[in-house]
């Protein structure tokens, strides 16, 4: 069993940073994956980011690439996801997710089988 734990989420002003961090319990990652979705309310959850466990390769969606950047710390089981020129469209619940296995898509929801319960980022205008 896998347990994730998020942190890091908050309030920022548009334009500003954060970080989240997901810690990894339960098992140590050789492969599988690891993603970020998020939540607004009243809306569906959504893909931001994914990791390829073992290769590191990154996937992101489209509305925050080129300002959003997900890494992985293999000693420490983490993941991050570096947060840069925030929009108040950025606003919602923040979920860390993984898998050990290798689904062919990892930008779903369905190909996760572990979720962290979530952190708030709220962006003001």
């Known amino acids: 069993q896998v347990q994730l734990v998020e942190s890091g989420g908050g309030l920022v002003q548009a334009g500003g940073s954060l970080r989240l961090s997901c810690a990894a319990s339960g098992r140590t990652f050789s492969s599988g994956a690891m993603g970020w979705f998020r939540q607004a309310p009243g809306k569906e959850r959504e893909f931001v980011a994914a990791?390829?466990?073992?290769?590191?390769?990154?996937y992101y969606a489209d509305s925050v690439k080129d300002r959003f950047t997900m890494s992985r710390d293999v000693a420490k089981n983490t993941v991050s996801l570096q947060m840069n020129k925030l929009k108040p469209g950025d606003t919602a619940v923040y979920f860390c997710?993984?898998?050990?296995?290798?689904?062919?898509?990892?930008?779903?929801?369905?190909?996760?089988?572990?979720w962290g319960q979530g952190t708030q980022v709220t962006v003001s205008s």
């Open positions: 997710a993984a898998t050990t296995v290798q689904p062919i898509s990892i930008v779903v929801r369905t190909a996760y089988d572990y």
């Open positions: 990791i390829r466990w073992g290769p590191g390769y990154t």
